[in-house]
């Protein structure tokens, strides 16, 4: 089978069956064989090509499912540098901001209080809202388009980043997304609209106040990562390091 042949069958032509085998995979939630067959693409791409920064993606996407937010930053940061379309860059960009926003979420109380009272958010955050603003401001695919405002939304509920216009630029962001799934039956984001709605109202009655109660996160007892999850939090472009097992 392609997927066991060697040199005698050309890289690229064992690329895409990796690839959709690595998208089958996480469709049915298997998310480190997913990253695997991601991994086992991804190094048979030559430096510079296109396909690397949809990989990152894909990789970084499973990470943050799994909920290893550091590895899933670390790959969309880096997917980000790589990316030139549109597409991948926008897809990388709101998944660096979902992913932050996810970190900032399952962080313990008192370092949730601490960073806002501090320094609300840190600085590559920061960084990751405003490259999300700046592609929300390009022509975008619907359904790109859609999942980028809800995130971003999300953030802003979450982080409290307080943009120049603040609740307003959130409202706006929501309406969007909403008149795009009324257009596009994007019926999936339904139950996402209806709870960032009921946040939305609850972070703009707090806005004036004191910093307003967060219920303790539960505390998880740690796992190893998985190698291909290690793997994509050590990555650099720089210096890719070879993955072995899962």
Same mark, same amino acid.
């Given at each position: 089978? /392609?997927?066991?042949?060697?040199?005698?069958v050309?890289a #690229?032509?064992?690329?895409?069956?990796?690839?959709?085998l690595?998208?089958?995979?996480?469709?049915r939630?298997? !998310?480190v064989?997913?990253?695997?067959?991601?991994?086992n693409?991804?190094?048979? /791409? %030559?430096?510079?090509?296109?396909?690397r920064?949809?990989?990152?993606?894909?990789?970084a996407?499973?990470?943050?499912?799994l909920?290893?937010?550091?590895?899933? &930053?670390?790959?969309?940061?880096?997917?980000?540098?790589?990316?030139?379309a549109?597409?991948v860059? /926008?897809?990388?960009?709101?998944?660096?901001v979902q992913?932050?926003t996810?970190?900032?979420?399952?962080?313990?109380?008192?370092?949730r209080?601490?960073?806002?009272?501090?320094?609300?958010?840190?600085p590559d955050?920061?960084?990751?809202?405003?490259q999300?603003?700046?592609?929300?401001?390009?022509?975008?695919? #619907?359904?790109? !388009?859609?999942l %980028?405002? +809800?995130v971003?939304?999300?953030?802003?509920?979450? +982080?409290a980043?307080?943009?120049?216009?603040?609740?307003?630029?959130?409202?706006?962001?929501?309406?969007?997304?909403r008149?795009? /799934?009324?257009?596009?039956?994007?019926?999936?984001?339904a139950?996402?609209?209806?709870?960032?709605?009921?946040?939305?109202?609850?972070?703009?009655?707090? &806005?004036?106040?004191?910093l307003?109660?967060?219920?303790?996160? !539960?505390r998880?007892?740690?796992?190893?990562?998985?190698?291909v999850?290690?793997?994509?939090a050590?990555?650099?472009?720089?210096?890719?390091?070879?993955?072995?097992? &899962?």
């Amino acid at each position: 089978p /392609i997927f066991t042949a060697g040199p005698q069958v050309a890289a #690229p032509t064992r690329v895409h069956p990796w690839m959709g085998l690595a998208m089958v995979r996480r469709k049915r939630g298997d !998310l480190v064989d997913a990253m695997l067959c991601a991994w086992n693409a991804f190094d048979l /791409i %030559a430096d510079g090509m296109p396909q690397r920064a949809d990989l990152l993606v894909t990789l970084a996407e499973c990470a943050s499912d799994l909920g290893d937010h550091a590895a899933a &930053i670390n790959g969309f940061q880096h997917a980000l540098r790589l990316a030139v379309a549109t597409r991948v860059r /926008i897809a990388a960009a709101t998944g660096l901001v979902q992913a932050h926003t996810r970190q900032f979420a399952t962080a313990s109380a008192l370092a949730r209080k601490n960073e806002w009272l501090e320094h609300a958010m840190a600085p590559d955050a920061v960084d990751a809202l405003t490259q999300l603003d700046e592609l929300l401001q390009q022509p975008l695919a #619907p359904q790109e !388009l859609t999942l %980028a405002l +809800l995130v971003r939304t999300e953030a802003w509920v979450t +982080l409290a980043d307080a943009p120049p216009n603040g609740a307003l630029d959130a409202t706006r962001w929501l309406d969007r997304a909403r008149a795009l /799934i009324a257009a596009h039956g994007y019926h999936e984001y339904a139950f996402r609209v209806e709870a960032l709605v009921k946040r939305l109202e609850a972070r703009e009655e707090s &806005i004036a106040g004191e910093l307003p109660a967060r219920a303790p996160a !539960l505390r998880r007892r740690q796992r190893a990562r998985p190698t291909v999850v290690q793997r994509l939090a050590e990555y650099s472009s720089a210096a890719p390091t070879a993955a072995v097992g &899962i």
